[in-house]
């Protein structure tokens, strides 16, 4: 079965880095994408940032753009998200997801912010204190 494993996640100080992993297995890596959310308390859930595995291509919200950064390696089936210049406003349950299927999307023409993320993994807290 398709399984997801966060890691890497704790408490940092405000202005300090993180580096998120997902480790994934049970589907074809190279063929998908992995996409980064997460939820702080009483809040929504939030897209981060993506990329599609085969071609690379990224996507970044604005709230984390310049800050926040996505590799795959495609060799490992792993999926690292380098957090910089954390704020506490960061502070919140990191999620790693997968899609089952970009086929359609990509011929579309559709950025991994637009596929449907099916498989999930159990999170990583990330703590920013002031």
């Known amino acids: 079965e398709v399984q997801l494993v966060e890691s890497g996640g704790g408490l940092v100080q405000a202005g300090g880095s993180l580096r998120l992993s997902c480790a994934a297995s049970?589907?074809?890596?190279?063929?998908?994408?992995i996409g980064w959310f997460r939820q702080a308390p009483g809040k929504e859930q939030e897209g981060i940032l993506c990329i599609t595995n085969g071609d690379g291509s990224t996507y970044y919200a604005d709230s984390v753009k310049g800050r926040f950064t996505i590799s795959s390696d495609n060799a490992k089936n792993t999926v690292y998200l380098q957090m910089n210049s954390l704020k506490p406003e960061d502070t919140a349950v990191y999620y790693c997801?997968?899609?089952?299927?970009?086929?359609?999307?990509?011929?579309?023409?559709?950025?991994?912010?637009?596929?449907?993320?099916?498989?999930w993994g159990q999170g990583t807290q990330v703590t920013v204190s002031s």
């Open positions: 997801a997968a899609p089952e299927d970009i086929t359609t999307a990509q011929a579309m023409g559709l950025n991994c912010s637009h596929y449907e993320y099916d498989y």
């Open positions: 049970g589907f074809a890596f190279a063929d998908s994408a």
